[in-house]
C-alpha cells in the first residue's frame, strides 16, 4: 500500500510540474506564437482588398490603393433572401472568403437606410476599406495584378517588386469569438498587419505619368484597335506611357485565364510582330555608319527580283519611283531601294546594327514576362531572304518596346539610355551606339517622313519626326498587315519617343499614324515639353 501511495503521488507530482511547466510556457515563453495561431484562426480573410505597399507614378500620384469601398461580413446563418436583394441594390458583389463562417461583399456605393437594415435584420458588420485596383484600373498591363490566393505579384510591376510591395501578413483581418462570432467592440477594427514593423510605407515610384498615361489608353481605346502604344523620354529611356488593348479588370483576373482574346497580355513588352518598314530605320543607320550618302540613288521599277522572287514596292506603284535617292527612299518606304541597300551592306552588318539597338534583347532589366523577339541570322538570310530582312518581314520579330528602343537611341543621337520604369533604377547606363553624325542624318530622314513623304497628312502642334510600317503577318492561319509607326517629338530636339502599334491595321500611316499624331498633339497641349517649342 505505501508503495502504491508514494507511486501515486510521484505521478501526480509529475503532473503538477507538467502543467506549471504548461502554465509558464504559456505565459512567458509561448505567448507570442499562441496569440499569433490563435489570431490566424479569428481572421476573417477579404480578397482584393489593399494590403500591399503603393505604386506610384513619377510625381507621386498613387496608381493603386486609392480605391476606398464598402465592405459588407455577413454570418452565413444570417444569409437569406432579404440580404441579398438588399446588397445587389448596393451592387455589391462577392468576395472569396475560404476557411471562415462569414460571406464577405464589396461594394462602391453606401446606401444608409439598406445597410441599417443589414445590422438590424442580417447582424452584419460594414466597414470602409481600400481597395488595390479600380474598377477602370489605369496602366494594369504595366503595373500587372497580384495572386489573389496570397496577394504576392503575380505579373509587372507587382510582381518585379513584390519584395518591396509585401507585407509579412497580408490578410485583412478582424477578431471573432470561439464560436466565430465577430467580437462585439473590437469586431469592427480591420486591420492591415499584425506587426507594426510589417507594414511597407514607401512603395515604389515609376516612371509613368498618370495624365499622359490616361490620355494615351483614352487614344488607344478610342480607336476601336487592339494594339499597343509606348512613350519614351528621349535622354533618359524612362517610359512615361505604356497601353495595350484589350484591357481587363485585374479585380477579376480569373474570368481571363481562358479568353481567347489575350486580354492578360501585355503587347508594349510581349507582343512579337515583324516589323515591317519600321527596320529600315536599322538599315539606314548602318549606312551612315558605313559611310554612304543619303544623296545616294537607288533605281524603283515598282518590284525588286532575288534569285526569281519578285517583291514588290508598294508605295511606288505600278511604275516605281524611278530613281530616288536613299534619304528619299526612307521618306517615301521604298522597298525596291532598300533591298539593293541591304544587298550592298550585307547580313551580317544589318543584324550587327539591329543588335546595338536592342532588337533581339530584353529591353527592361529584371521586369517579368518580356519577349526577346527574333533576329534572322546571317544563314537564314542568304539567297532571296535579304530581301526580307532588308524590309523587316521574313523571320525578324520585334515588340513596340524595343521598336520604342531602337527609335530612341535616334532621337537620342546614338546614345542608347536603355529602357526604364522605376524612377530611381540604379543600374542606368549610357552607352553610344551609333555615331552622332550617323543618327542626325537618319534624325533628319525620318523629319522628311513626316514633311514630304508617306507620313505627310498627319499633323500636330509639334514638329514629328517619324516612320510608318505595314507589316506582313499570319494570324491563326489568316493573312494580315499590322501598322505601325515610330518616331518622336520635337524633331529637331526630341524629347520623347512615341512608337505605336496597330494589330491588323493595314497601312502603318493610316492606321497607327493618326494615333502616333494625337499623343504627339496632347504633348503639345499639355506643355509637357521642357525645352523651347519654338521651331
Known amino acids: 500500500m505505501r508503495k502504491r501511495m508514494l507511486f501515486v503521488g510521484a505521478v501526480l507530482g509529475a503532473l503538477v510540474i507538467a502543467l506549471i511547466g504548461r502554465l509558464a510556457y504559456i505565459q512567458f515563453w509561448g505567448h507570442d506564437d499562441l496569440s499569433r495561431a490563435a489570431a490566424a484562426q479569428q481572421m476573417i480573410a477579404l480578397e482584393g482588398a489593399n494590403t500591399r505597399g503603393l505604386i506610384y507614378d513619377r510625381n507621386n500620384t498613387p496608381l493603386v490603393g486609392n480605391n476606398q469601398e464598402y465592405i459588407f461580413i455577413i454570418r452565413e446563418k444570417n444569409f437569406d433572401g432579404e440580404t441579398k436583394r438588399a446588397l445587389n441594390l448596393m451592387g455589391a458583389r462577392e468576395l472569396k472568403n475560404t476557411g471562415s463562417d462569414y460571406k464577405v461583399f464589396a461594394s462602391k456605393r453606401y446606401d444608409k437606410e439598406l445597410g441599417q437594415q443589414l445590422i438590424r435584420n442580417s447582424s452584419a458588420y460594414i466597414i470602409e476599406a481600400g481597395r488595390r485596383y479600380g474598377q477602370q484600373q489605369k496602366a494594369v498591363h504595366i503595373l500587372g495584378y497580384v495572386n489573389p490566393q496570397d496577394a504576392s505579384g503575380a505579373t509587372g510591376i507587382e510582381l518585379m517588386c513584390d519584395n518591396q510591395l509585401s507585407l509579412l501578413n497580408k490578410r485583412i483581418f478582424t477578431t471573432a469569438d470561439v464560436r466565430g462570432n465577430i467580437m462585439q467592440g473590437r469586431g469592427l477594427v480591420v486591420s492591415t498587419a499584425m506587426d ?23 487614344i488607344l481605346r478610342g480607336s476601336g484597335k487592339n494594339g499597343a502604344i509606348v512613350v519614351l523620354k528621349s535622354d533618359t529611356g524612362e517610359i512615361v506611357a505604356s497601353a495595350s488593348t484589350p484591357v481587363f479588370d485585374p479585380n477579376r483576373v480569373s474570368e481571363y485565364m481562358n479568353s481567347d482574346k489575350n486580354e492578360l497580355v501585355n503587347k508594349v513588352t510581349q507582343g512579337t510582330y515583324p516589323p515591317g518598314s519600321v527596320f529600315k530605320i536599322v538599315l539606314a543607320a548602318a549606312a551612315m555608319e558605313q559611310g554612304i550618302s543619303p544623296d545616294k540613288t537607288f533605281v524603283c521599277k515598282g518590284y525588286e527580283t532575288i534569285n526569281g522572287k519578285q517583291i514588290k514596292c508598294k508605295t511606288g506603284g505600278e511604275q516605281g519611283h524611278g530613281t530616288i535617292t ?16 541591304g544587298q550592298e551592306l550585307g547580313a551580317e552588318t544589318i543584324i550587327g546594327t539591329a543588335e546595338k539597338m536592342g532588337l533581339g534583347q530584353i529591353p527592361i532589366r529584371d521586369y517579368p514576362g518580356q519577349k526577346t523577339g527574333n533576329l534572322m541570322t546571317a544563314q537564314q538570310s542568304q539567297g532571296a531572304a535579304i530581301a526580307n530582312l532588308s524590309i523587316g518581314q521574313g523571320e525578324t520579330l520585334a515588340t513596340p518596346l524595343q521598336i520604342a528602343r531602337m527609335t530612341n537611341i535616334i532621337a537620342n543621337g546614338g546614345v542608347d539610355s536603355g529602357v526604364h520604369i522605376l524612377l530611381e533604377d540604379g543600374d542606368k547606363t549610357e552607352e553610344t551606339v551609333i555615331s552622332p553624325a550617323a543618327a542626325e542624318a537618319v534624325r533628319q530622314m525620318m523629319e522628311k517622313t513626316m514633311t514630304e513623304g508617306s507620313g505627310k497628312s498627319l499633323t500636330a502642334g509639334v514638329a514629328m ?71
Open 326 to 341: 536613299l534619304r528619299d527612299a526612307l521618306a517615301q518606304s521604298c522597298n525596291s531601294a532598300f533591298i539593293q541597300l
Open 196 to 218: 507594426q514593423d510589417a507594414y511597407v510605407k514607401k512603395g515604389v515610384v515609376t516612371t509613368l505619368d498618370a495624365g499622359l498615361q490616361g490620355a494615351v489608353e483614352d
Open 465 to 535: 519626326a517619324g516612320k510608318t510600317g505595314s507589316a506582313e503577318s499570319n494570324i491563326g492561319g489568316r493573312e494580315t498587315v499590322h501598322g505601325w509607326m515610330t518616331g518622336f517629338v520635337p524633331a529637331q530636339d526630341p524629347e520623347y519617343t512615341i512608337t505605336v502599334f496597330v494589330e491588323s491595321g493595314e497601312s502603318g500611316s493610316q492606321s497607327a499614324g493618326p494615333l502616333f499624331a494625337q499623343v504627339a498633339q496632347y504633348l503639345s497641349d499639355s506643355k509637357s515639353f521642357e525645352r523651347s517649342l519654338d521651331f
